[in-house]
């Protein structure tokens, strides 16, 4: 298993990286590799040009601004899993990420990596979906920040263009009423998911509001479960397992029937209600 | 060659400089390159972690890493880890003394991985370290003897503690 | 017990290098001039292969060569071969296909090479690969082993009509027809033994050297039995003579079968080395290693048992499908034959029982045999049934079990193997009360109250290790003897090196040898060291598989040793000028009976070489002795393995909570790495039920092809597994030893499927039992439960 040949070159800023990115069509931007780099040793992927942003300043920053968490693109997922900023303020992210790989595999991978690759049984893109968070790119034509809902657009595609390149993602800061859940099941721990579920939702009074369910493993990209999200608001548990019938339509894979994949999120969607009604994790 | 780069990287404590193929793997690098074949290859694609060395002191897949992308760092490899020639490191010890080991292949990777992980959980339980190893595979021990041997470099790296 | 003798927990002499990383596995040596071979292979599970094209990637960077099939012919390199003859119950022999290193205008499965690249760099080999053009007519292709000999099904080899290789079958239909006429209680299973792949964590790899001054070869190769390879290379392939081709399998990476064979790619590297005139080197990648390592088990079966009111077994009757892939490797047709019928008696009394198996080819990578060989998948059949038939008489499986054990020895079974020596209920006793079986119903309660779902399940296994008798493998159909050698150099200053035709890849031999010599010659265990892998230095052996070593290689060390003793003893009374009856020979010293006269091991050795002091006309100078040693029967290893698990019902998720085992694996050497043997064995088993399936789409290609999608057990998918032992010495050898190695890969899982099935309440849970397979059967438990 060894690439096929390519160029390499290493940033020296964003601009920079943009700029090569556009120069060669078939560049791709290389950050924690994890993902990238096994598909190039099985020759799965064959750019002609690997631009290397790690190492720049100020994609690795983690930072608390204007009421949102500002995750570097750069931020390795053992970094984020260690910060004191993402426990309190993005619970959900520090919840999900014991669950993504391995100790070794989280040291390398980036934040913006998982977002950007968008393996749609991966943990972080439903994480950035059901916090209703936000994408900020750079590319050609300057600066643009896209919501997390539009920001999958398909199976390993998202709104990135060829010259463009994730500087960061933000979230909305958890505050009291803040309400998470997460919970996946895989056939071994650090596998990807065969299904998962990454929640969060306010507190009000009683119950929950502004319900964000966000599947992962169960279709082309992170699936929102939007008539479950409304029956749970109305208090509503088995009308909301109920109504994943309408929300998903999972394919079926080599270890799953799509069947079972919408069962099981029935299953999981109970566990995640639990843990949103309990309280902030 | 083609596409290649001059690199210059500290590995076990010692400082390297080849002009190396953009598209050449570390674990290729340490391997042929230097010679240092204790890092061992056993998938290539990030799961079986027999591959795993030290960069910057954290625990990583040298199949998912550029040589070219440790220009200017520090790794330490499975000959890194006895502190002298005619001496082991204690999880090394507990390696022997627990049967940690048959094939020896998945062994440099659970060495490594470990260093790491007792360095941050010195005092852990069981399911810790079951977790902690869960992205090296072993097909020979059924990883008791691992898991044993990791909690005894515990103990024994509390009782001294280098 | 010395503390480096028989029996004590000897820390591995081995570890040293591997955990310092010093290690030498084939990939890690290098060669001057060495140049890099990257194989060509089919991805289409089967073609005709209408022309190759190498002009474009000839003219690559840094290619030297690119071979193909049809120069492979001209060369007259000969084919790989299937070295044991099993005949069809009509007399007629096996149909083994021709298997050509390289293929000969047709490819049988996804993997099969057409070509080879040999160029400087390895990355250069696979990219000028990628310019070789190959015109595939493709051609429909059957995965299924119960589809293979259907009418209209794709053939794949001219001589084997219907894709069969036998239609074999050991005891007597009719009869067996005759008691399940008037059986009182029939239990039924219908079986899919999983296909499996290896997977040793050391890829596959060859390295081949051509001397042309010499005009020989070497081969460093990840071999488990490095003379048979020779064998094979040169007597059948016809690469060169014996004595003109070295062989040496250094470190190996863990095999459990799967590098016993000989495959393409090291007789490609070998030809090609010569061809070339540089080094030429291979290492499998992960993805090769699917497409080309032999795969496991992979069988079919419908199985009865018969029993009476009392709960007595009295026949049982099995129906065996076998998948051996798109050629026969080395050992495959033994695998569903004499290592797998022969132990369907399991550890009972079974009066009467009849197995038929037919092998058939299919375009997938070649099935031999993986941890346990046949043994596992009879275990699987015996132990199924007994759990099925207790369920259906409402009979505790424990005592059902015990009902049927066999309690007297020797006991010849009725399928052609001879249980030397056994105690089987003191095995299962000690299990259960390890266990605290006692207390299961308890534990089950409590699990139902958090929802989840409890089961416990037995596996009381038997296998034949200690391969084997030479005669009795002879007149079975095997192409070889498979005794093992022994040579103990005993040097001049009291050192001591033991050449053993066994191979070691994590099994510690240069650990347990030693302890053995250390014991007999009262030496320390330092002043040792076991020598094997390399043709040019040991004399001709048969390997390492089949939990042979102990018991075979070992007993071939021991009579070495008594040669060795004897001699000493010779030149001891001579050195110590009394008469040889008079020497006693213990704590390695050499005294003379009733004096304190003594000379130390040591001191005897100096003077064997010195050979001042004794008549050299009578005893020849030196210390060095050799033995062959052939065992009169298999060993039988047997035992009990408890499995308890728990099933979330939701998810159908089952996790295993508690696992007992206790063997009998007759003597023990070093009870460290035998609990280490045990504990790896079991984990390779609750793979094969609970994680591992090699999953092929109907076109034939590998969809579990990666370690992403072929999931073998993680640290977190167990418990710590409480092992125990018992004891009955082997009569079969000098040393007692019955063997270790596959004891927990043949036990697990049927233990884990018992577990199972008890907790679900419903019999059809097929291998691997993922979430889905097991959630399925809750939900069809429930059902039947409603309908009831």
Redesign the interface.
């Known amino acids: 298993?060894?690439?096929?040949?390519?160029?390499?070159t290493k940033a020296r800023s964003v601009e920079h990286a943009v700029e090569l990115a556009g120069r060669d069509g078939e560049a791709r931007i290389?950050a924690g590799?994890?993902s990238l780099?096994?598909t190039?040793?099985?020759?799965l992927s064959r750019p002609t040009l690997?631009v290397?942003i790690?190492g720049l300043d100020g994609l690795d920053g983690l930072a608390l601004k204007d009421g949102a968490v500002e995750i570097g693109a750069l931020v390795r997922h053992?970094q984020a899993g260690r910060s004191d900023i993402i426990a309190k303020n993005a619970p959900l992210i520090a919840k999900a990420i014991p669950h993504i790989?391995?100790?070794?595999?989280r040291?390398?991978g980036t934040i913006g990596g998982s977002i950007a690759f968008a393996d749609p049984a991966a943990e972080l893109p439903a994480c950035l979906v059901a916090l209703g968070g936000e994408v900020v790119i750079a590319g050609g034509r300057g600066e643009r920040t896209v919501k997390a809902d539009d920001f999958f657009t398909g199976l390993f595609e998202t709104e990135l263009g060829s010259d463009d390149v994730l500087k960061a993602i933000r979230v909305p800061a958890a505050n009291a009423a803040t309400r998470i859940g997460f919970a996946e099941?895989a056939?071994?721990?650090?596998?990807?998911a065969?299904v998962g579920l990454a929640a969060a939702a306010r507190a009000e009074g009683d119950g929950l509001a502004d319900i964000r369910l966000a599947y992962f493993g169960v279709g082309a990209t992170p699936v929102r479960a939007r008539k479950a999200e409304a029956e749970l608001a109305r208090g509503a548990l088995d009308d909301a397992v109920a109504a994943l019938a309408d929300d998903l339509d999972p394919p079926d894979d080599?270890?799953?029937?799509g069947a079972?994949k919408r069962?099981?999120a029935g299953?999981l969607l109970r566990r995640v209600a639990k843990q949103l009604m309990e309280g902030r994790q | 060659m083609?596409?290649s780069?001059n690199i210059a990287l500290t590995v076990n404590g010692e400082r390297y400089e080849r002009e190396v193929?953009?598209?050449l793997?570390l674990a290729?690098f340490l391997r042929h390159h230097l010679g240092l074949t204790g890092t061992h290859l056993g998938c290539?694609?990030?799961v079986c972690?027999a591959c795993?060395i030290l960069?910057d002191g954290?625990?990583?897949?040298s199949?998912?890493?550029?040589a070219?992308?440790c220009d200017g760092h520090d790794v330490m490899t499975v000959e890194g880890i006895a502190p002298s020639a005619d001496a082991l490191h204690p999880l090394q010890e507990a390696f022997r003394d627990h049967h940690g080991l048959q094939c020896g292949f998945c062994t440099p990777g659970m060495l490594t991985?470990l260093i790491?992980?007792l360095r941050e959980n010195p005092d852990p339980t069981e399911e810790e370290v079951r977790?902690?190893i869960?992205?090296?595979l072993c097909r020979c021990t059924g990883y008791q003897g691992i898991v044993a041997a990791a909690l005894d470099a515990a103990k024994r790296m509390q009782a001294a503690p280098a | 017990m010395s503390a480096t003798g028989i029996g004590a927990s000897v820390r591995r002499k081995e570890d040293q290098r591997f955990i310092t990383g010093k290690g030498h596995y084939t990939d890690d040596i290098s060669r001057p001039g060495q140049a890099h071979a990257y194989f060509v292979r089919s991805p289409h599970a089967h073609a005709t292969v209408r022309g190759i094209d190498t002009a474009a990637a000839s003219a690559k960077p840094g290619v030297l060569a690119i071979l193909t099939g049809a120069q492979l012919a001209a060369d007259k390199i000969g084919n790989l071969i299937c070295g044991w003859m099993i005949h069809s119950k009509d007399g007629s022999p096996m149909n083994m296909a021709p298997h050509p290193a390289l293929a000969a205008g047709k490819v049988n499965h996804a993997g099969d090479a057409v070509a080879v690249v040999i160029a400087e760099t390895?990355?250069q080999a696979?990219?000028a690969s990628?310019a070789v053009k190959v015109d595939y007519q493709v051609l429909p292709a059957v995965v299924d082993p119960a589809k293979a000999q259907a009418k209209g099904a794709p053939q794949i080899h001219e001589g084997a009509p219907n894709n069969t290789i036998y239609q074999w079958e050991i005891g007597d239909s009719a009869a067996a027809e005759a008691v399940f006429k008037s059986a009182k209680h029939v239990a039924t299973v219908d079986l899919i033994n999983n296909r499996l792949v290896p997977n040793a964590l050391e890829p596959r790899a060859a390295l081949a050297e051509y001397d042309d001054g010499a005009d020989s070869l070497t081969l460093w190769n990840t071999s488990q039995n490095p003379h048979v390879a020779r064998l094979v290379i040169s007597a059948f392939v016809g690469m060169a003579p014996e004595h003109k081709l070295r062989v040496i399998a250094p470190d190996v990476g863990g095999g459990f079968g799967s590098k016993i064979f000989i495959y393409p790619e090291e007789v490609v590297c070998l030809w090609a080395a010569r061809k070339v005139g540089r080094p030429v080197k291979w290492t499998a990648?992960?993805?090769e290693a699917f497409l080309t390592d032999c795969h496991g088990r992979d069988h079919v079966t419908h199985a009865e048992l018969a029993l009476d009111d009392n709960g007595r077994i009295t026949g049982m009757r099995v129906k065996t499908i076998a998948n051996l892939g798109a050629y026969m490797s080395t050992f495959s047709s033994a695998v569903p034959t004499y290592l797998y019928a022969t132990l369907l008696s399991g550890q009972y009394e079974i009066p009467m029982i009849h197995c038929a198996v037919d092998a058939v080819y299919t375009n997938t990578v070649p099935v031999d045999a993986y941890r346990g060989a046949g043994r596992p998948e009879a275990t699987f059949v015996v132990e199924r049934l007994i759990e099925v038939a207790a369920r259906q008489l409402g009979l505790d499986p424990a005592e059902l079990r015990r009902r049927n054990f066999v309690k007297t020895f020797p006991y010849q079974t009725v399928v052609a193997s001879l249980y030397d020596a056994g105690d089987y209920n003191a095995s299962m006793k000690k299990a259960m009360d390890i266990h605290d079986v006692k207390g299961f119903g308890k534990r089950r309660r409590v699990s139902a109250r958090s929802g989840k779902l409890r089961g416990l399940g037995y596996s009381t296994y038997i296998e034949a290790c200690g391969v084997a008798p030479s005669a009795v493998v002879g007149s079975l159909g095997a192409g070889v003897g498979l005794w093992e050698s022994a040579e103990v150099r005993v040097n001049p200053a009291g050192t001591v090196e033991v050449l053993t035709g066994c191979h070691a890849h994590g099994q510690g031999h240069e650990t347990t040898f030693a302890q053995l010599v250390s014991e007999r010659l009262g030496i320390p265990i330092e002043q040792v060291s076991v020598v094997h892998g390399d043709t040019d230095k040991v004399q001709f052996g048969m390997g390492t598989y089949g939990s042979r070593s102990g018991a075979v290689g070992m007993s071939a060390i021991a009579k070495a040793l008594d040669k060795v003793e004897a001699k000493a003893k010779k030149i001891a009374a001579h050195l110590l000028e009394a008469a040889e009856a008079d020497i006693v020979f213990q704590d390695g010293k050499f005294t003379v009976a009733g004096t304190d006269k003594s000379l130390a091991f040591g001191e005897v050795a100096l003077g064997a070489y010195v050979a001042h002091k004794f008549p050299t006309g009578e005893i020849e100078p030196g210390l060095k002795e050799g033995a062959f040693y052939d065992p009169t029967n298999f060993t039988f290893p047997a035992g009990c393995h408890i499995c308890e698990i728990e099933i979330d019902q939701?998810?159908g998720?089952t996790e295993i909570v508690a696992w007992t085992a206790v063997d009998d694996f007759g003597v023990v050497i070093n009870p460290m790495i035998v609990e280490g043997q045990v504990h790896g064995g079991i984990a390779q088993g609750v793979g094969q039920a609970l994680?591992e399936g090699a999953?092929y789409d109907a076109d034939g290609q590998l969809?579990?092809g990666?370690f992403?999608?072929y999931?073998m057990?993680?640290a977190?998918?167990f418990p710590s597994i409480k092992v125990d032992t018992t004891v009955t010495k082997c009569p079969s050898n000098p040393l007692g030893i019955k063997g270790c190695g596959e004891a927990g890969a043949i036990a697990a899982p049927a233990a884990v499927i018992n577990a199972i099935t008890d907790a679900v309440g419903h019999e059809n849970v097929t291998m691997p039992a993922?979430?889905?397979v097991v959630?399925?059967a809750v939900r069809k438990a429930k059902a039947v439960r409603a309908a009831a």
Request: aromatic share 4%; proline share 5%; charged share 25%.
């Open positions: 298993m060894k690439p096929a040949p390519f160029a390499y290389l590799g994890q780099i096994a190039l040793n099985m020759r690997l290397d790690n053992a790989g391995h100790p070794a595999i040291n390398r099941l056939r071994r721990h650090g596998d990807y065969l080599v270890q799953e029937t079972v069962h099981l299953v | 083609p596409h780069r193929e953009v598209r793997m290729d290539e694609h990030g972690g795993t960069l954290r625990s990583a897949r199949c998912l890493l550029l070219v992308q991985t790491e992980f977790i902690a869960s992205g090296n | 390895l990355a696979r990219d990628e990648d992960r993805s939701d998810t998720r994680l999953v969809v579990s990666s992403m999608d999931a057990p993680h977190e998918n993922t979430a889905q959630w399925a």
